[in-house]
């Protein structure tokens, strides 16, 4: 009856967390929303009224359908609901499209889909080593981890301000995860299956996949010494797994191939004319290499080292997604940026097969393949930074130096997020929301490891502390001077820049710490 009671008590606070945070997304309907809320209304439009043929040709807006056939079908289903709200957002050319119906019933749809990531959180959360017992709620390692997923503010502020359908993503991609850490294997596996087929983006952490299951799954014993047992390999095992992949894969593009129409369906999701960079600089390489190639450039016409009348026109600080071409170092091709995240996600790939550690291996696998395609990939979002924080979040909560690793990532990278809730009744919204998140990340990890070691070094927390002074200057100082009207970028660059530091830094520390890393005997039984 007491292992009852503590149950009931866990479901109690879990589902205050996730009702508050609902309440909160309500509270956010009337803010701001970027292009992709017409982008999504398009899709509505166009899954609702053209046949499946038409569905990646038609081109009436300039936001095209640009997302594999499961999120189509997606969209195709919301636009069932959608015309008893109001029929005329399911009206191709109705472009810009926003009656009060049409924002109440898309800010709802992103809400009730949340669902599918709450159940995901609680499932990782039963997945968390609970060795340490506190006596407190608020001290536990799964109430934490809980606030950190549930109440993260870069999901906050891209899905319910700006707008997009990330949650319930993240929530196949958690709940994926959740089940592997479960050894429910073929579930897991055909979880990530779907969900490549909603948003390939997810294609960057493909290979930690790949490489735990053929490792845990088609592989079924290790030796002593926990190196692989070749004996062990599961032929049957294999092929289900094979299955899954072709099922789902057939399931998704079979209807496409039919048509003929496959090479046109991956030409939408692949879209290489759109640049290297996007319009706001993702804080990862690239944004480093563009800022040195722009001062290279500055310095060479002080200099006179350059022709002012041959450099390109094309800007990449324009705040335009274009391709152009670098002034001084060499321009970066998409085949340049593969090879470079290839080799970067590489090192990871090789730890996991060589050096297993279970479930811990694979989700430190995860982050890195995330972060190393961040880092190196082309035309990265800034907010595809998501797909390391979250999954960093189960690590954040085990172990003390994936903690320090966990705060300085999510505070540069939702720092970085800043640029895209422009407007200024949401500053304060912004501001506080990254407030409340990042105290309460650092207080409750800082208490969680209270007996270790300090989770940041002293240099860690000067480079944070300085992220204050930045956002005055970008949001307060910068605007006033005279400055804003010859070089408005400024705010951008210095954002992109300086956060590229503090996300290179993370995802370098993360690497040392995995490569350096010593498997204890246990671990090498399992």
């Not at 970027?34 to 009436?60: C, G, K, M």
């Not at 294999?238 to 496959?262: E, N």
């Not at 016409?301 to 022709?307: A, R, Y």
């Not at 324009?318 to 060499?330: A, C, I, K, R, S």
Request: glycine share 4%; aromatic share 16%; with cysteine.
């Amino acid at each position: 009856s007491a292992g009852r009671a503590m149950a009931a008590g866990g479901r109690s606070w879990f589902r205050a967390l996730a009702l508050g945070v609902s309440f909160l997304k309500c509270l956010l309907i009337p803010a701001y929303y970027s292009t992709d809320f017409e982008v999504h209304r398009n899709w509505l439009a166009i899954t609702h009224n053209l046949p499946l043929s038409q569905w990646y040709y038609e081109a009436t807006s300039e936001w095209t359908l640009d997302y594999p056939p499961f999120f189509a079908w997606f969209e195709y289903a919301l636009s069932h609901v959608a015309k008893y709200f109001d029929p005329k957002m399911l009206v191709i050319e109705n472009l810009n499209y926003t009656s009060r119906a049409t924002i109440f019933f898309q800010r709802f749809s992103v809400i009730f889909t949340d669902i599918l990531f709450i159940y995901a959180v609680r499932e990782c959360c039963r997945c968390v080593n609970g060795k340490r017992a506190a006596k407190d709620i608020l001290e536990k390692p799964t109430f934490i981890l809980a606030v950190l997923l549930l109440w993260n503010f870069g999901l906050l502020i891209v899905d319910h301000i700006h707008f997009q359908y990330n949650g319930f993503l993240f929530g196949l991609m958690l709940l994926s995860v959740a089940r592997l850490c479960q050894r429910r294997y073929l579930e897991g596996a055909l979880l990530f299956a779907v969900l490549l087929h909603f948003k390939h983006i997810y294609m960057y952490v493909a290979p930690a996949y790949g490489i735990y299951l053929l490792r845990s799954y088609c592989f079924t014993a290790n030796n002593a010494d926990g190196s692989l047992k070749w004996r062990s390999f599961s032929f049957l095992h294999v092929t289900l797994l094979g299955l899954i992949v072709c099922l789902v894969s057939a399931l998704s593009l079979g209807p496409f191939i039919v048509l003929g129409q496959l090479p046109q369906v991956i030409s939408r999701l692949f879209p290489f004319k759109r640049g290297l960079c996007h319009a706001y600089w993702a804080p990862n390489f690239w944004a480093l290499y563009n800022a040195m190639d722009k001062a290279l450039t500055i310095f060479g016409l002080k200099c006179n080292f350059l022709d002012p009348t041959k450099i390109p026109k094309a800007s990449m600080t324009g705040g335009l997604v274009q391709e152009f071409q670098h002034t001084v170092l060499p321009s970066v091709t998409p085949l340049a940026t593969l090879i470079c995240t290839f080799i970067s996600i590489l090192p990871s790939v090789f730890c996991l097969w060589f050096k297993p550690q279970g479930p811990r291996g694979f989700l430190q696998c995860l982050v890195l393949c995330a972060l190393s395609s961040f880092m190196f990939g082309w035309h990265v979002h800034e907010k595809a930074i998501l797909l390391a924080i979250l999954p960093l979040s189960l690590l954040s909560v085990q172990r003390a130096k994936d903690a320090g690793i966990y705060l300085i990532l999510t505070t540069t990278g939702h720092f970085s997020l800043f640029p895209l809730l422009f407007t200024p009744p949401e500053l304060p919204i912004k501001i506080l929301l990254m407030l409340l998140f990042t105290v309460y990340s650092f207080s409750s990890l800082k208490s969680l490891f209270r007996r270790e070691r300090p989770l940041l070094n002293w240099l860690e927390t000067i480079y944070l502390a300085q992220l204050v002074p930045l956002e005055i200057f970008c949001e307060i100082i910068f605007p006033l001077t005279p400055w804003k009207g010859h070089f408005p970028f400024v705010p951008l660059l210095l954002t992109s820049v300086y956060c590229a530091l503090g996300v290179a830094y993370a995802w370098l520390k993360l690497y040392v710490s995995v490569l350096t890393e010593r498997i204890s005997v246990r671990q090498k039984a399992e």
